[in-house]
């Protein structure tokens, strides 16, 4: 059966960064041909979705059975909006790379399994050598309908511990399947055993393109620190017993999570995802990091890479600082 292609062209959207820091990675095959960055759709929702990216310009043929209120949130073309408009409110330098990053998300059925999946497996361990490639193994095995086939493959603690919880995970999912409360779906989850804040943040924010929720890793707890922001992070038994309802919570003036999410606003996602990318890239950089196969492919040549991001990522850390008193107008 021969399906119809839509084709658009984007503009000023840098896809190489703004798959590189996201939970939705493993369901793209990255190429690289003639100089130029291809991604496609490889599995769910938009599948066979595929764009060329060659400097600032990018061609997507869209399959037709691909909504625009789907390529819209796969593409971060919803998103691009609130970042846009960070860097505009804060008078970024037009030169600066982090202008040209989106958020690609999916909250389609068929996506947020795996999404979640990458998030839950992602945990104390490295994303590009570890999490993608047993991501890889599920999808090429079909391990999703049969969790138990990959046991052979995936021989982590993170990946015991999904098939603890399985039974919990799908009873959430089939409840959760048709229209409903996204807060209640993410208080179903963080009651199940091993699902803690920084994962259901990540969720909120990766799934629903919500903003105003960000995972706080040890790259974005240091750029918060870096703009004055410190907190504690509270236990999963405190958020559930304020049911995540942090303007009742009593922890709420010393919480990191709501400090970040009142000043930040819906900017918060925003300024976590730049930290993301700068902290690890940064690292590979200054030889901190040993860089992965995978993120050579998607990042290629990082020269001019390596000579501007600290002084781009400087730039943003300065002016919220500057503007950290005032910062509350900008919401």
Excluded at 92 to 113: G, H, M, P, Q, V
Excluded at 207 to 231: E, S, W
Aim: glycine share 4%; proline share 2%; with cysteine.
């Amino acid at each position: 059966m021969v399906h119809n292609i839509v084709k658009i062209k984007l503009e000023n959207i840098d896809y190489r960064l703004s798959l590189y820091y996201s939970y939705l990675l493993p369901l793209f095959k990255i190429e690289s041909i003639d100089n130029k960055f291809v991604f496609i759709k490889g599995h769910g929702s938009c599948k066979g979705l595929k764009c060329i990216q060659e400097n600032n310009t990018i061609e997507c043929n869209i399959p037709d059975q691909c909504k625009p209120i789907e390529y819209k949130k796969i593409l971060g073309l919803n998103t691009k909006q609130v970042f846009d408009e960070l860097m505009d409110k804060l008078n970024i330098s037009l030169e600066n790379i982090f202008r040209k990053i989106t958020l690609i998300y999916s909250d389609d059925i068929s996506d947020k399994k795996i999404i979640f999946l990458t998030i839950f497996l992602s945990r104390n361990t490295d994303y590009y050598r570890n999490t993608v490639r047993w991501i890889n193994y599920i999808l090429e095995n079909n391990c999703i309908k049969n969790p138990y086939k990959c046991i052979p493959l995936i021989r982590s603690y993170q990946y015991k511990q999904f098939l603890e919880i399985l039974d919990d995970l799908l009873e959430v999912f089939r409840s959760y399947s048709r229209k409903y409360d996204v807060f209640d779906e993410i208080h179903d989850l963080l009651r199940i055993r091993h699902i803690g804040l920084k994962s259901i943040n990540a969720y909120l924010l990766h799934v629903y393109g919500n903003t105003y929720y960000a995972p706080i890793d040890r790259h974005y707890k240091l750029a918060l620190k870096k703009v004055g922001l410190k907190g504690i992070i509270p236990s999963k038994k405190h958020c559930l017993l304020f049911k995540l309802h942090c303007e009742t919570c009593s922890m709420r003036s010393r919480c990191l999570y709501h400090i970040s999410r009142e000043l930040l606003g819906k900017y918060n996602g925003v300024f976590q995802s730049i930290s993301y990318i700068h902290g690890r890239i940064s690292s590979i950089c200054n030889g901190a990091t040993k860089i992965e196969d995978l993120e050579h492919h998607i990042l290629g040549d990082l020269r001019k890479l390596c000579k501007t991001i600290d002084n781009d990522y400087k730039e943003i850390i300065c002016k919220i600082k500057a503007e950290f008193t005032e910062f509350n107008k900008l919401l």
